[in-house]
């Protein structure tokens, strides 16, 4: 009974050392005490396959999602959240699933507390339509009641008829659920319907009851909604009237409630599952890239071109899996605006493709305009899509000559500008070209390979933050492609996530930590580290590494995400409390297969400093570590 009084619930900021209020049952159902609880933030409590779900909804201002939160003996409790936001950050208030009240077969679920709430609010509506009526509304699952909602009548009866199995003379609301017909019943203690209840009416001071079903659009029984009278007596026409009318009201609710939650868990089964495949495609795309990398550059044989041909082949998967990721996630944006630095992240963009334009012999240029702000309110994700989008179709479409970058702000808008000298578009297929899968050139003999998700995927991009492609044709050949998307200034840059960036680093010659649970991962940035000169040590999981920090110093670590005993996050939280005593700064940076939209700003909350993604790039890893550790003493 304590529990059901007291049901397993917690209160708390998202901020680590914020304010954290349990009660009694949810601390002996998670295992930890508010002072433990408070040590990390909320999104490190909850397990890691929903992390992404909570912050789609703290970044999209969702009031409610479910997520696990970890217990002490590695279990996981679920919890539905909802969430508050507030200026320096936002509370939530997490209750435990199975403490909502459920059925008697224990078959309840989110959609039905999402659904229950509602029907609270309905009945006392009705009430209030009503005086000297109460009213209460039950739902059917497995051929039995399920408590929906009855406000004005005692627990006792609420608790009695929850879980009774209906028939064709249960009650009034059980008769009428059966034969989907209204049942009124005028005396409740001399009709038949109500031998099984009629002690238990009496006592709630229950003397008629009026019942009408509510059913889905396709004629489904769901429910009935029923009004209760003091004294025995029929109903007026009116009163009828309203309670059918409550019943429709209570049913498209219902249905409606029931299919919004459906879609909500689906989408969240959707996002687990797109990352699961990011980390799973990802992490052997690591070891197949970096290999062939390896081989290619240590190897002199004939089979260089085999090597080649093979590594090839891996960029075109990783590049048609990533487009399809991406091409879902952006279908179901949202703008998830935060604080960034503009400047920091167009010349990040741009620095992405410039190695290869120079490879191709292309002459490719930068140029930002003065009037560009530098902390502007934008979805970076999508931001980040669109623009390195243009940019890669730019140089990939280009053989010879120039690729030039513009980026303006004026009018309040954000304005870039990528010309090249490449083999232009045929303008009058571009509304079939920005259907994904259609490419330009679909001859056998093409010469660029690709699936045709740029320009669909650079669309959908952009449509959600508020812009638009244009195209012009940069005569006598090649393209200029442009868009504006509107921006709003950043009044603080607090929240952009600024991560610690060394400059001037002295050379260095302490070994670097991989923490890195798959043994052809590792042994590819051990190879990596190896050619570029510096010396490593790994650990397989987060406890690992702290325990190798225990011993030894190291220049730099480089962090795996999603590790068995101790996840990276969990270790760089570890890593940061420790330093707060010494005053020292070890750099992190996540290496890691978790490429989601909101991944990177997961690494740099939890303390990281820098975050490339699987497959990583030689160039791109030795570049980090010679910002952040130093460059190799050997």
Same mark, same amino acid.
């Given at each position: 009974?304590?529990?059901?009084?007291?049901?397993?619930?917690?209160?708390?900021?998202?901020?680590?050392?914020?304010?954290?209020?349990?009660?009694?049952?949810?601390?002996?159902?998670?295992?930890?005490?508010?002072?433990?609880?408070?040590?990390?933030?909320?999104?490190?409590?909850?397990?890691?396959?929903?992390?992404?779900?909570?912050?789609?909804?703290?970044?999209?201002?969702?009031?409610?999602?479910?997520?696990?939160?970890?217990? &002490?003996?590695?279990?996981?409790?679920?919890?539905?959240?909802?969430?508050?936001?507030?200026?320096?950050?936002?509370?939530?208030?997490?209750?435990?699933?199975?403490?909502?009240?459920?059925?008697?077969?224990?078959?309840? $679920?989110?959609?039905?507390?999402?659904?229950?709430?509602?029907?609270?609010?309905?009945?006392?509506?009705?009430?209030?339509?009503?005086?000297?009526?109460?009213?209460?509304?039950?739902?059917?699952?497995?051929?039995?009641?399920?408590?929906?909602?009855?406000? &004005?009548?005692?627990?006792?009866?609420?608790?009695?008829?929850?879980?009774?199995?209906?028939?064709?003379?249960?009650?009034?609301?059980?008769?009428?659920?059966?034969?989907?017909?209204?049942?009124?019943?005028?005396?409740?203690?001399?009709?038949?319907?109500?031998?099984?209840?009629?002690?238990?009416?009496?006592?709630?001071?229950?003397?008629?009851?009026?019942?009408?079903?509510?059913?889905?659009?396709?004629?489904?029984?769901?429910?009935?909604?029923?009004?209760?009278?003091?004294?025995?007596?029929?109903?007026?026409?009116?009163?009828?009237?309203?309670?059918?009318?409550?019943?429709?009201?209570?049913?498209?609710?219902?249905?409606?409630?029931?299919?919004?939650?459906?879609?909500?868990?689906?989408?969240?089964?959707?996002?687990?599952?797109?990352?699961?495949?990011?980390?799973?495609?990802?992490?052997?795309?690591?070891?197949?890239?970096?290999?062939?990398?390896?081989?290619?550059?240590?190897?002199?044989?004939?089979?260089?071109?085999?090597?080649?041909?093979?590594?090839?082949?891996?960029?075109?998967?990783?590049?048609?899996?990533?487009?399809?990721?991406?091409?879902?996630?952006?279908?179901?944006?949202?703008?998830?605006?935060?604080?960034?630095?503009?400047?920091?992240?167009?010349?990040?963009?741009?620095?992405?493709?410039?190695?290869?334009?120079?490879?191709?012999?292309?002459?490719?240029?930068?140029?930002?305009?003065?009037?560009?702000?530098?902390?502007?309110?934008?979805?970076?994700?999508?931001?980040?899509?669109?623009?390195?989008?243009?940019?890669? $179709?730019?140089?990939?479409?280009?053989?010879?000559?120039?690729?030039?970058?513009?980026?303006?702000?004026?009018?309040?808008?954000?304005?870039?500008?990528?010309?090249?000298?490449?083999?232009?578009?045929?303008?009058?297929?571009?509304?079939?070209?920005?259907?994904?899968?259609?490419?330009?050139?679909?001859?056998?003999?093409?010469?660029?390979?690709?699936?045709?998700?740029?320009?669909?995927?650079?669309?959908?991009?952009?449509?959600?933050?508020?812009?638009?492609?244009?195209?012009?044709?940069?005569?006598?050949?090649?393209?200029?492609?442009?868009?504006?998307?509107?921006?709003?200034?950043?009044?603080?840059?607090?929240?952009?996530?600024?991560?610690?960036?060394?400059?001037?680093?002295?050379?260095?010659?302490?070994?670097?930590?991989?923490?890195?649970?798959?043994?052809?991962?590792?042994?590819?940035?051990?190879?990596?580290?190896?050619?570029?000169?510096?010396?490593?040590?790994?650990?397989?999981?987060?406890?690992?590494?702290?325990?190798?920090?225990?011993? $030894?110093?190291?220049?730099?670590?480089?962090?795996?995400?999603?590790?068995?005993?101790?996840?990276?996050?969990?270790?760089?939280?570890?890593?940061?409390?420790?330093?707060?005593?010494? $005053?020292?700064?070890?750099?992190?940076?996540?290496?890691?297969?978790?490429?989601?939209?909101?991944?990177?700003?997961?690494?740099?909350?939890?303390?990281?400093?820098?975050?490339?993604?699987?497959?990583?790039?030689?160039?791109?890893?030795?570049?980090?570590?010679?910002?952040?550790?130093?460059?190799?003493?050997?």
């Amino acid at each position: 009974m304590e529990e059901h009084t007291n049901p397993p619930m917690i209160v708390r900021s998202t901020r680590a050392g914020g304010f954290v209020r349990c009660n009694p049952s949810f601390l002996a159902k998670v295992g930890f005490t508010e002072a433990e609880l408070g040590l990390k933030p909320f999104i490190d409590w909850v397990e890691i396959d929903d992390r992404q779900v909570y912050r789609r909804a703290i970044e999209g201002g969702d009031e409610n999602c479910r997520v696990r939160h970890i217990t &002490s003996d590695g279990t996981s409790l679920s919890l539905d959240l909802r969430i508050r936001g507030q200026k320096d950050s936002s509370f939530v208030l997490g209750r435990c699933v199975e403490s909502c009240e459920a059925v008697a077969s224990s078959e309840e $679920n989110g959609a039905e507390v999402t659904v229950k709430s509602t029907l609270h609010k309905i009945a006392m509506i009705v009430e209030e339509q009503n005086p000297g009526l109460k009213c209460s509304i039950l739902l059917v699952a497995h051929g039995r009641f399920v408590k929906g909602a009855g406000p &004005s009548l005692p627990d006792d009866y609420n608790n009695a008829i929850d879980g009774y199995a209906i028939g064709p003379t249960v009650g009034a609301c059980g008769t009428a659920i059966y034969w989907n017909v209204p049942v009124i019943v005028e005396d409740i203690q001399k009709d038949p319907l109500w031998v099984p209840f009629a002690e238990l009416a009496k006592k709630a001071g229950l003397a008629a009851c009026w019942s009408h079903p509510f059913a889905t659009k396709g004629g489904r029984v769901m429910g009935a909604l029923a009004l209760y009278s003091p004294e025995p007596r029929s109903p007026t026409v009116l009163q009828l009237s309203t309670l059918r009318a409550a019943a429709q009201l209570t049913g498209l609710a219902v249905e409606r409630g029931r299919a919004e939650e459906e879609l909500r868990l689906a989408n969240e089964v959707k996002d687990r599952f797109m990352a699961n495949m990011s980390h799973e495609i990802r992490t052997p795309l690591n070891a197949l890239i970096g290999t062939a990398d390896f081989l290619l550059e240590t190897q002199e044989t004939a089979l260089k071109s085999e090597i080649g041909l093979l590594r090839e082949s891996s960029e075109q998967l990783l590049e048609l899996f990533t487009g399809i990721l991406d091409l879902t996630e952006a279908r179901d944006r949202r703008q998830h605006v935060k604080a960034i630095d503009l400047p920091a992240c167009c010349r990040r963009i741009y620095e992405l493709f410039e190695a290869t334009a120079r490879k191709k012999g292309l002459q490719i240029e930068y140029a930002l305009s003065e009037n560009v702000p530098q902390w502007v309110c934008l979805d970076e994700w999508a931001f980040e899509r669109s623009l390195g989008l243009l940019i890669h $179709n730019a140089v990939k479409f280009s053989d010879s000559g120039s690729v030039r970058v513009e980026i303006d702000f004026n009018d309040h808008k954000l304005h870039a500008r990528i010309t090249d000298s490449g083999c232009g578009i045929e303008l009058e297929r571009l509304k079939e070209l920005r259907e994904p899968f259609v490419q330009g050139d679909m001859s056998t003999k093409k010469r660029h390979a690709g699936f045709g998700l740029g320009l669909a995927l650079g669309d959908l991009c952009l449509e959600a933050l508020g812009g638009k492609l244009e195209f012009v044709a940069n005569e006598p050949r090649g393209t200029v492609v442009s868009f504006g998307i509107p921006i709003s200034l950043a009044t603080t840059p607090a929240e952009a996530g600024e991560s610690l960036t060394p400059v001037d680093r002295e050379p260095t010659a302490l070994p670097l930590l991989i923490v890195e649970d798959n043994r052809f991962n590792s042994l590819v940035l051990e190879r990596i580290l190896e050619q570029a000169g510096y010396n490593s040590q790994l650990a397989e999981n987060g406890e690992e590494a702290l325990e190798a920090l225990d011993e $030894n110093s190291y220049s730099c670590i480089l962090m795996d995400c999603q590790m068995p005993v101790m996840d990276g996050y969990e270790a760089t939280r570890h890593i940061r409390q420790l330093e707060e005593d010494t $005053n020292e700064h070890i750099p992190i940076i996540a290496v890691t297969a978790n490429a989601l939209a909101g991944d990177r700003d997961l690494c740099l909350e939890s303390g990281m400093d820098d975050y490339l993604k699987k497959p990583v790039r030689k160039l791109n890893l030795v570049a980090a570590l010679e910002k952040y550790a130093g460059k190799p003493t050997s």
